[in-house]
């Protein structure tokens, strides 16, 4: 299972996810009324890089993080 | 050399460290930027959350732009509360020659503002309330979202 991070501000555990591209967890995600509204802001990374195609393909040992806007400083 | 502190930074221990490190390596230029929490809106401090594995990797990439410039990039950044009047960042760049350090502070502060994994907090009656509106957007955002 891959294991999705919810960093920062967004205040969830980590979840273990059973998929094979990130457009099965936007799919996965798509009834959570409340985390929709961090997923308009948030940013990908796909163990430790930032991700901008949801065809990426998602193997079992993954780690996906959701980062919120920053703010360092 | 990047550092992460727990708490507000100490200000002139971290430059005195830096400063004996570098001062006799032939560089002619040293110019740190030190951060001060300020005491506005009724704020006690700030709070910060650091995501370390990408903060540090944004950080190496910088350092091999600066090493490109014969320059070499110091930062340390407090996680947890700062109250105010306290330090939470302090970066510096040192460099054989004084423009070079000057535009590379410069700019390596104004990336670290917008793309560093840095979650900032404003402590309020003891609470932290994220500080979204002066937070900034990371490229690809909202890849995830439903779609209307």
Known sequence: MAKVE???PIGR??????ISNLNELKDYF??????????GICAVAVNDTLVCD????IASEDKISLLPPVCGG | MLELHEGSLHVKEILATWYDK??????????????????????????????EPI????????????KAQNAILLMAHARGDV??????????????KRKVALK??????????????????????????????????????????ADA
């Open chain 1, 6 to 8: 919810f960093l920062g």
């Open chain 1, 13 to 18: 555990p980590s979840l273990d996810v059973d």
């Open chain 1, 30 to 39: 798509k009834e959570d009324k409340e985390l929709q509204e961090w997923l």
């Open chain 1, 54 to 57: 949801l065809n990426m393909p």
């Open chain 2, 22 to 51: 570098i001062c006799d390596k032939n560089y002619g230029a040293f110019i740190p930027f030190v951060g001060i929490v300020r005491d506005e809106d009724g704020i006690e401090g700030l709070s910060f959350d650091i995501y």
């Open chain 2, 55 to 66: 903060l540090q990797s944004w950080f190496d990439a910088w350092q091999e732009k600066a």
């Open chain 2, 83 to 96: 109250p105010n009047h306290t330090s939470s960042y302090i970066s510096a760049v040192v460099s054989p």
């Open chain 2, 104 to 145: 590379l502070i410069n700019d390596f502060v104004e990336d670290f503002k917008a793309n560093a994994p840095i979650w900032k907090y404003d402590l309020i009656d003891g609470k932290r309330v994220y500080a979204k509106d002066r937070s900034h957007l990371l490229q690809g955002h909202g890849l995830l979202k």
